[in-house]
Structures are given as structure tokens and as C-alpha cells.
């Protein structure tokens, strides 16, 4: 660490970790930190933002910075451990029903994982949207390039640079967000009937999608730290499936990272069994502490690997632009979209190029993830306060994703239920298997600015834990 920030960082790191600066305490003012450090304003700021890019410390508007408050020691959620085996997705009616109901724009936002307004840069999208039309008023004309507008990609690939993820522009297809990615990927590499491995618990979305898809899944067990990559690989050498859909960082539900061995070594299992694995990597760019993770792609020589992603869990859900990197599938990749999706909204795709381009994305990023670690905080201490002794709950390395379990086999979908009648969303653990499993759990949004109708919503939740 050469730089006088970094060093100053360091100190302060250790000062926390040590417990000589305790949770909630408020630092010194950045004045005050510079003055009695010996170092100019820039180095204090510079260390200050650091330490709350790590998840360190947070900024309360007009208050200062404050030391992270960690949430109260909880029980972990217990995991089911079965063999995997092919079965459809007969719950496809369940997850529908329940998707339209967590996006019910009257209940208090504790079902769709999604962002609350007051934490996206509305007024700098805006200010991007406006450049880019002046830049290229004729953008709105034409259909644009299939594979995406070359400045989006071009921006893309220089963003993800910065992060350890080298990508030429030629590598990558723009899409209407992420879900269509998947589609195009799924639709390319697989046919009705196939067997598709997917993490347990899984993502409710992608489940009605392979519904969709007349797929069958394979559910690998999970634990609170990431996948069964044992089970995994027993299921690729058995050839019980020969696509893979994974998300490698801050899974959704359960908000783990893979660690890097373990990215590496299912890239090494897709290249050995020739299995495509498709990435989710929507939740990539929400952690809650230090440099981006790099995606399983970044370990993938052969291009095996699918990966997949969009703006719409950082920046702006209603954009719906997206990316793949689809690898060795490009030519079936780029077939289907020319005809599936013929275009991508050029004009969007140039704002984002220029908001990418001028940094703002990047800060926006460094200003989201500590917000985002508070929020889960908050939620987190929140469930541990109000619902019933014996809870558990999940600590995610990223994303804003709680997932809970209910005490003595308790029934989400009862609670699920009874929630609705009070104008409260969430969303049930039933939704996130085809196997029936997760019927104790349910999984609460972080997305949303902590106020006193969130924890208002969580102790009625609590109460209706313990009546169901």
C-alpha cells in the first residue's frame, strides 16, 4: 500500500477490526481526519470512500460517517441434502401467482428484489439519455446493430477491464436485460425435455422460465456458502444434464460467492464434460465490500461458458438492457436473436455507452453497495429482532436478498398468504424448488432505504409468524 489513502485506510480498517472504533461509533469529520493525521482533504476523502466501498463504514446524509453496524450472531438456515434426479417444474402456477402478487405496487416492497427510486441517479440517467440524443438525433430511426450498439459494447468491455475481466466488444450481445439473455442461451444450447442443473434453492424466475422452456431441472444442493460442487460434478459425469444454469456471485436467493477455486473448478467440469453453463450474473456488481468478483467466465479457456447479465439490479430495472458473452455459441447465440428480439433500443443503449463513458456508473456503484450492506443490516436485525426465537437466517456476501427460516418446519406459504391480507410482500421459499423443498423459508427485499413501514412490516410479520 503506497498510496498515503490507502495507508490511512488500513489504519482505520485496523482501528475497526480491533474493536478501538466500535459499530455505530461516528468517525472524525473528513476535516477533522486530515488535520489530525497530517494529511490533505483528498487523502481523507479517498480513504474515507474506501472504507465504505469495503463495507466498513457508512455515510449518513448531513450526520458523517459512522463505524458498520454488524447484525446480532444468528442461527444459520439449515439446508436439505438429497441426491439430484431430473423432475419437471409442476410449480410454475404457484410462482406466477406469486410473482404478480410480490410486485403489487400497495404492499410495503418486501417480495421482488428490486432497487427503491431514491437509490438510482434518475437526474445523471437523464442527463446521458439527453447527450446521447443530441449526439445522435437520427438514433430513434433505424433498428440498430443486432449484436448491439458498438459503443455500449465498446464501454462495456473497458468497464469490465477495470475489474480483472478482459472482453473484446466482438464478444459480447446486447439484449432486452438479463431474463432474455438466459432465454436466447437456454434456447440455443438446449431442446425440450433436456435436463437443466440448477442450484437448490433456485431462483423463482429462472424456475418459470425452464417451465416455459419445457425444460426439466436437476437441483444441486446449496448450503449457506455455495453450492454441492461434489454432487455437481457426479451429475455431469453421470450426463443426468448437459447445461448448467449457475450464478457464481451473490446467488439468488441465498446471496453467496462462489470462491474463486470454486469458480474455477465448474469451468474445469464444463470444459471436461462438455457442459455449457449459462451464468447468471445479474447480482455480479452488488457486493457489499471490496473489488468486484470476477464471474466463473473469467476462469473459462474453452468457452463452455455462457455469461449473462444487465443493469437492471444496479441502475435502471425499466431500461431492460442487458448482455451476454455467449463464447464458442456465438453463431447460434447471434441466429436467434436476429430472429427472436431483431433490435435492442438504440437510444438507450447509447445513454448507458455515455454513462459508462464519463464514470458516473462507477461512482453510482461505489455510492450503491454500502447502502445496499446497510440495508441487508437493517432487514437482517430487523427479522432477528421480531420473529420468533429460532429463526434463521442467511449473512449474503452481496446482493439485497434475505432469506429466512421459520422456526419448528413453520409453513411460508401460510405466511406468505396472511402477509398479502395485510398489504405486506414477500416472497415464499416454496416458489425456489421443484422439489417442494424450502417450505419453512421466505426470502424479504432489501432493496428499499430503511423507514418505520419497513419495520413496522417486519414486526407484524413476526407476529404472524408466531399465530400461523
Sequence with gaps: MNAKYLRLAAKLRGDIQQGRLAPGQRLPSIRAQARQQGVSLTTAIKSYEWLEAQGEIVAAPKSGFFVRARPQTARAPRFPLFDPHATPVDNAALIAEVRRGAQDPAHVPLGTVMLSPALLPLTDLQLSLARAARRAPQSAAGYGQLAGEPALRQALCRHFAEDGMALAPEDLLITNGCMPALNLALTAVSRPGDAIAVPSPCYSGQLQLLASLGRRVVEIPCHARGMDLGRFAACLAAGDARVALLSGNHHNPLGFCLSPEDKQRVAQLAALHRTVVIEDDVFGECGHGGPRPLPIKAWDSDGWVIWCGSFSKTLAPGYRIGWCAPGRHLPALAALHLSGMLAVNTPLQL??????????????????????????????????????????????????????QLPDGQDGLALYRAARARGIGLVPGAVFSARGLYGDCLRLNAGNPWEPRIDQAVATLGKLARSI
Aim: aromatic share 10%; no cysteine.
Design 351 to 404: 445513454a448507458l455507452a455515455d454513462f459508462l463513458n464519463r464514470g458516473a456508473y462507477r461512482r453510482h456503484l461505489r455510492r450503491l453497495q454500502p447502502a445496499l450492506a446497510a440495508q441487508v443490516d437493517r432487514l437482517s436485525e430487523a427479522v432477528l429482532r421480531h420473529f420468533p426465537a429460532g429463526a434463521g437466517l442467511a449473512r449474503p456476501d452481496g446482493g439485497y436478498a434475505v432469506w429466512v
